[in-house]
């Protein structure tokens, strides 16, 4: 079976945009609408190309080509959390194989020394994707990283006494919830939550800004405020149909002892689109490395993790 690599940078937004929102595992990362708000900074190295097997595509994959470290890579995703190959459908074993030789010859013509695919927890697919996995594997790509991602399942994760304890100290005191607060207030907490790591926020609040005229609904945002003060907050976005998740978990550090976040985020699960299956807590590790404090505090809302997966090919 024969899979060759299309052009699709000419296609239109909604085209591609349709194709991965009926994928089986496209996520609001996979989309042009979501990659648009960083303007040029990949003008140039970022590609967008189908599989086509039998004249139909099968699969899509947005990339970019960098240099690192002396190395020309192709990465998927760039720029965002999810990548990977995004297939229309299920393929069978031979299909996988040919999508996968495809994508190899790409690298190969493209001088790549290395390809990265970080693909989405298992939540976010709506049918198995192993056959696509196992031919990565037999082809030569590495299972390089396993990060886990803590994930709140509908029935099934349980909030601990701990974190009950937690949001019901916050009621006490009065903390207030706001579902529709100003930008303002969520970046304000959002910079003393990054201000005491010494590391900027992922986007900047006008970054941010763009993203949510971009997508609107699928970004939210709630902010608790102890006396008017704000002093937790989420900005959420919803990956797909069934997922939705926590991007900016953040607390003013010097709010921590009023519990408003553990608050915050047990009312913000008991408000969960009725279509909602699965929140996001994002990595609980990185680079296979475990953050246990944040493993800890995570804990208290849900113990589920799921994989979200890394595979490298390496030119020989």
């Known amino acids: 079976m024969h899979c060759e690599v299309v052009d ?4 239109s937004e909604v085209d591609w ?3 991965i929102e009926r994928s089986v595992n496209g996520t609001l990362f996979h989309l042009r609408k979501f990659l648009a708000y960083h303007i040029n900074r990949f003008s140039g190295r970022e590609y967008f190309v189908g599989f086509q097997v039998r004249g139909q595509i099968v699969a899509r994959l ?20 999810y990548g990977g190959l995004v297939f229309m459908r299920p393929p069978a074993f031979q299909e996988a194989i040919a999508v996968t030789d495809a994508l190899i010859r790409l690298g190969r013509e493209m001088l790549v020394d290395e390809i990265h695919l970080a693909y989405p927890i298992k939540a976010c697919l709506r049918a198995s994707l192993d056959t696509a996995d196992f031919a990565l594997l037999n082809r030569g790509f590495e299972l390089s990283v396993r990060d886990i991602t ?6 099934t994760s349980k909030i601990s006494d701990r974190g009950r304890r937690s949001a019901q100290k916050a009621a006490r005191l009065g903390v207030t919830l706001d579902w529709d607060p100003s930008l303002a207030d969520f970046w304000q907490v959002v910079e003393a939550t990054y201000s005491k790591h010494g590391v900027p926020p992922t986007h900047s609040v006008e970054e941010f800004d763009t993203l949510r005229h971009l997508l609107g609904s699928r970004i939210t945002l709630c902010v608790a405020h102890v006396d008017g003060y704000p002093a937790a ?3 959420c976005f919803r990956l797909t149909h069934q997922v939705d998740s926590a991007f900016y978990i953040c607390s003013d550090p010097y709010q921590n002892k009023t519990q408003a976040l553990s608050f915050l985020i047990s009312e913000r699960l008991a408000r969960m689109d009725a279509d909602v299956s699965y929140f996001s807590f994002g990595t609980s590790s ?21 994989f979200r997966d890394t595979y490298t090919w390496k030119a020989s």
């Open 62 to 81: 947005c990339f970019s080509v960098l240099k690192r470290d002396g190395l020309r890579l192709l990465l998927s995703p760039y720029g965002a959390s």
């Open 150 to 155: 803590s994930v709140y399942v509908r029935g």
């Open 233 to 235: 907050a989420l900005g």
């Open 17 to 19: 945009d349709t194709a």
């Open 286 to 306: 990185y680079e296979m490395v475990p953050r246990e404090n944040i493993f800890q505090f995570k804990e208290n809302f849900t113990k589920i993790g799921m």
């Open 8 to 11: 699709l940078s000419e296609e």
